[in-house]
């Protein structure tokens, strides 16, 4: 019974602390091209702008009042609030055993400042960390706060804070490969200076990373630099070609590829890819290590409530070892029955060294509430 | 540029990892088991915090990176490296062995135990 209980605690915490992120899904299916004409924060995720709130309401649920509150309370212009809740049940095969557990996801509340062409916005929450018994106060926390600059135009913007750098599809879900090997894992945000411009057909974001802890972080954290350049074609796609350097106390992690988006209107999928190559240089030892992390998906989306997608996702951590790679594939459907609820399922196998013997089964279902 | 070339470099060389310790942590155990629910400084499950190489390394075997002379204990054996706490629990089968989402590789635990056959240093 107590290692029933433990093993709960585990895939509970395991599957916690999920961030608000942007629906990649939602760019050119529904007529929108960039992140920012949704999300505030101009490379996307966290609250939602006005404009965001009505296609919520509109265009993805086709019913519901998606302003704060449900429309019950106006904020002045200048003013901007939000909170996600998500109450996720998990169940899991893996080899000679399975669990099952229902916990809460993430408590996260949003704020956001305007004055002039300066904003400042802070995401605080709970950090659960149940397997170490604190005081409610310390389990509170901000994964994500900082001041930006934006010119008039929403053309250029420099911010200053703790946030993720611009890299990749920037997907939502935190156990995607492409998320979890490299560095970008729920609660792993940095302090940095980051800075970027939106033009017509491309836009380049830049994020210098720092040493900066305040409280113990997660992850892995020193001076670096990430780029990333997106060129959209046609309004209905786009690719971008990324890279990320980063020295830290063990050494050096360097990582260079891109992404891929195209939405296939005649058949309502869109397609979406993203292919990293890193190499790590450790100071304790002579051996560089070469590394690739993968990500494709289809999504269908035909302008109903509700999408489906395939997904696979690869990772390598040393290119020299043989029989060390793994995968996955999944399926996921995500139905959002009205403005401010979205209810979704996946389930993933999978596998390592392409074998699924050491690879396991996961069962995922998710009530998202967003106020 | 760089990265490129090296990639390509790496994948056709055929040489052995080695079994130093910094290679196991950058590869296996920080990719693995530092994640925020995880052995991280937030959470510390089962009260180990393998944040950093010289953390981790601390919490394994009891003893610290300076620290050549002390025996090496705790979850590491160098005269038995698959019955040690830790092989033993990345071998275990089912929900309790480690870690519990993503499992190793049988080369990645290879890999560990010939790093402790080695001596556990903390090179």
């Known amino acids: 019974m107590r290692l029933t209980s433990w093993f709960v605690a585990v895939i509970v915490v395991a599957w916690t602390h999920g961030a608000a992120a942007a629906y990649p899904e939602f760019q050119f299916s529904t007529g929108t091209t960039r992140c920012s004409e949704c999300h505030f924060s101009p490379v996307g995720g966290g609250l939602i702008n006005d404009y965001g709130r009505d296609e919520a309401a509109t265009t993805i649920s086709g019913t519901g009042d998606g302003r704060f509150m449900h429309g019950a309370l106006e904020l002045p212009s200048w003013f901007a609030l939000g909170a996600d809740v998500r109450i996720a049940g998990l169940g899991k095969r893996i080899r000679d055993g399975s669990e099952a557990a229902v916990f809460p996801m993430q408590a996260d509340g949003y704020a956001r400042v305007v004055r002039g062409n300066w904003s400042a916005s802070i995401t605080a929450g709970i950090l659960a960390a149940i397997r170490k018994p604190q005081p409610f106060a310390d389990r509170l926390g901000t994964r994500e706060h900082y001041v930006q600059y934006q010119t008039t135009s929403r053309e250029w913007y420099a911010r200053a804070g703790r946030f993720f750098p611009t890299f990749g599809l920037r997907l939502p879900d935190h156990t995607a490969y492409v998320r979890r090997y490299t560095g970008l894992h729920t609660l792993e945000e940095s302090y940095g200076i980051g800075a970027g411009v939106a033009k017509d057909t491309w836009e380049a974001h830049a994020t210098v990373l720092t040493p900066l802890e305040l409280r113990p972080q997660v992850g892995r954290h020193g001076w670096g630099i990430a780029l990333q350049v997106e060129k959209l074609t046609d309004e209905v796609g786009s690719w971008s070609l990324q890279g990320k350097t980063l020295r830290h106390d063990d050494g050096r992690e360097s990582w260079v590829g891109g992404t891929w988006k195209r939405w296939v209107a005649s058949k309502d999928l869109l397609v979406a890819a993203e292919l990293n190559a890193g190499v790590s240089e450790l100071v304790a030892s002579s051996v560089l290590v070469s590394q690739l992390v993968g990500y494709a998906a289809v999504h269908y989306r035909a302008g109903k409530p509700w999408g489906v997608a395939l997904a696979t996702h690869y990772h390598d951590a040393d290119l020299r070892l043989r029989s060390n790679e793994r995968s996955a594939l999944e399926a996921r459907f995500a139905w959002f029955p009205r403005a401010h609820f979205e209810l979704s399922a996946l389930v993933r196998g999978a596998a390592v060294a392409f074998e699924l013997e050491r690879g396991d089964v996961l069962g995922f279902l998710q009530l998202h509430y967003y106020l | ?123």
Not at chain 2, 13 to 39: F, K, L, R
Not at chain 2, 44 to 53: E, K
Not at chain 2, 62 to 81: F, I
Not at chain 2, 97 to 115: D, H
């Open chain 2, 1 to 123: 540029m760089r990265v490129l070339v090296t990639i390509i470099a790496a994948a056709a060389c055929t040489d052995p990892p080695p079994a130093e310790w910094g290679y196991v942590y950058a590869t296996v155990i920080a990719p693995s088991c530092t994640t925020s629910a995880c052995h991280s400084t937030l959470s510390a499950a089962g009260s180990l915090d393998l944040h950093d190489a010289s953390a981790a390394y601390q919490a394994l075997t009891g003893r610290s990176c300076d620290d050549a002379t002390s025996p090496v204990a705790g979850y590491v054996d160098p005269e038995e490296p698959t019955r040690s706490i830790l092989s033993t629990r990345l071998r275990l089968p089912g929900p309790m062995g480690m870690p519990p989402n993503g499992r190793l590789s049988t080369t990645e635990i290879q890999r560990i135990e010939a790093w402790m056959r080695d001596g556990a240093g903390c090179d």
